[in-house]
């Protein structure tokens, strides 16, 4: 990590967590940066680290001004306009970006190999692992909160679903008081429907724990 940066941590940090004080306003500014809860509160409780790259990010989605991080805050010195977007869940900008702060760069030089490659082309070949290292995770973490967002979406409907089910029933029940209907069939039909309500609670269990699993993904890089 660069010395600017551990320097204005512990202030991004306590920005971030006067930020996110409210209920839920973690969870909705985790997802406004496409990153999981779970590691949004590692950042906030010191448990990980991040660099000006987040705290930029920070500040450009929820329409906080340019450099607000670096400088120590009180709750009422929080613009509205960034109060609502948390708020809403509404972000001002898409963060590609990633948490990891910048490598601090090496100050001595290390002595030069008697065999194999020179310092110099060494230096060349880590940076490129490092890139490439750098791509494939923002890659996985783009593809793992496309899938999350998936999966709140049909989260959302499953729990949207009693009205339907419940016009569904009804126009059912319409017809089996209709019909002079044999005993078996009218219980095969009341049958078919609780199935179908029971079914989308262990659907509901499902896609919670599924939502879970993924968050958990990629948290320990």
């Known amino acids: 990590m660069e010395d600017s940066d551990e320097l204005l941590l512990p202030v991004w940090r ?23 809860t779970s590691y949004l509160k590692l950042m906030l409780s010191g448990q990980r680290e991040f660099g000006e790259e987040f705290a930029r990010g920070v500040e450009a989605v929820t329409g906080l001004p340019g450099g607000w991080m670096n400088v120590p805050h009180t709750e009422d010195e929080i613009p509205p306009n960034a109060r609502e977007a948390i708020d809403n869940e509404r972000p001002l900008a898409r963060f590609r970006g990633t948490a ?11 002595p030069e190999p008697i065999f ?3 310092a110099p082309a060494r230096r ?10 750098h791509r ?17 979406r ?10 339907e089910l419940a016009s569904m029933r009804a126009k059912v029940e ?7 209907l044999d005993e078996r069939i009218q219980a095969d039909l ?9 079914h989308r609670h262990m659907l509901l269990r499902h896609v919670e724990k599924l939502q879970a699993l993924l968050g958990q993904l990629g948290e320990g890089d």
């Open 14 to 36: 306590a920005n971030l967590v006067l930020l996110t004080r409210e209920v839920g306003a973690a969870s909705r500014l985790a997802r406004m940066m496409t990153f999981s």
């Open 100 to 110: 990891h702060p910048v490598r601090k760069k090496t100050v001595l030089r290390p």
């Open 116 to 118: 194999g490659q020179s």
């Open 124 to 133: 060349i070949e880590e940076e490129t692992l490092d890139a490439e290292a």
């Open 136 to 152: 494939r995770q923002a890659h996985f973490r783009k593809v793992r909160d496309l899938a999350a967002q998936e999966v709140r």
């Open 154 to 163: 049909f989260e959302r409907h499953l729990l949207q679903a009693p009205v």
């Open 174 to 180: 319409e017809v089996i008081a209709a019909a002079d």
């Open 190 to 198: 009341a049958g078919r429907l609780e199935q179908i309500e029971k």
